[in-house]
């Protein structure tokens, strides 16, 4: 059975760091994060195809966030650094097992399984 688990959320002071897991099983496209906080749209954070190392971010985070994936553990990880209370959110792990590429990687629609979120929260 597929299975995409997210974890490694919590809360931290302005200015600093942490970083999110994302274990998926069997073989992926592409991985991405999303995030969403209260009384907003859910926002695309950083996609990466695994196979190529290949990584895509959202203005927001660009210099800030490292999007990486482990093939050889199946595990992806989102390292965030100079976190902002913007940053606040619920992130969400995603995976795409279907190749659907008419979606571009920061597309909610190219990703079929999720994780069930972690709780990022930043404090000034």
């Known amino acids: 059975q597929l299975q995409v688990t997210d974890s490694g959320g919590g809360s931290v002071n302005v200015g600093g760091s942490l970083r999110l897991s994302c274990s998926a099983s069997?073989?992926?496209?592409?991985m991405a994060w999303f995030r969403q906080s209260p009384g907003n749209e859910r926002e695309a954070v950083a996609a990466i195809y695994p196979k190529v190392g290949s990584t895509f971010y959202a203005d927001s985070v660009k210099g800030r966030f490292i999007a990486g994936h482990d093939v050889t553990k199946n595990m992806g990880y989102l390292q965030m650094e100079n976190l902002q209370p913007e940053d606040t959110a619920l992130y969400y792990c995603?995976?795409?097992?279907?190749?659907?590429?008419?979606?571009?990687?920061?597309?909610?629609?190219?990703?079929?399984?999720w994780g069930q979120g972690t709780q990022v929260t930043v404090s000034s």
């Open positions: 995603a995976a795409d097992y279907q190749m659907k590429n008419a979606y571009g990687p920061l597309k909610p629609a190219a990703y079929d399984y």
């Open positions: 069997g073989v992926i496209n592409r």
